[in-house]
């Protein structure tokens, strides 16, 4: 699989971070890359650091959202801000290098929420 960095979604993540007031959200800690020949059903994906990098390592936590060429590229400006905000979403307020799940006790990630905060943006 081939990846590289996409700069395009980069500043979209980084004015997303910004206008949503999400400033747990370090935004250069958030990589963009844009994978091509992935093998995924997903349209993006995002990977976090375990806790274990900083502990051991002492590297500090950093997220990276990956799009995948061939489904994200093809969507609608709307659809691609509602796919970036569904993938920030799974950063916890922490903001530890691990990520939320879909589902938990006090969050959902689904495109009901998604629209929630869509409607905030428009």
Known sequence: MK???APD???KVALLIDELGWNYIKGESVHAIR???AKTRAIARIWGMAKLFKEVVGLEPHYIIEVNAK???KLSEREKIKTLIHELMHIPKTFSGA???HKGRY???NDREVEKIMKKLE
Do not use: G, N
Request: net charge positive.
């Open 35 to 37: 994978s091509f020949d």
């Open 107 to 109: 969050h959902r990630i």
């Open 99 to 101: 990520l939320l799940s």
């Open 9 to 11: 979604v980069q500043r």
């Open 71 to 73: 489904k994200f590229d």
């Open 3 to 5: 990846y590289e960095r």
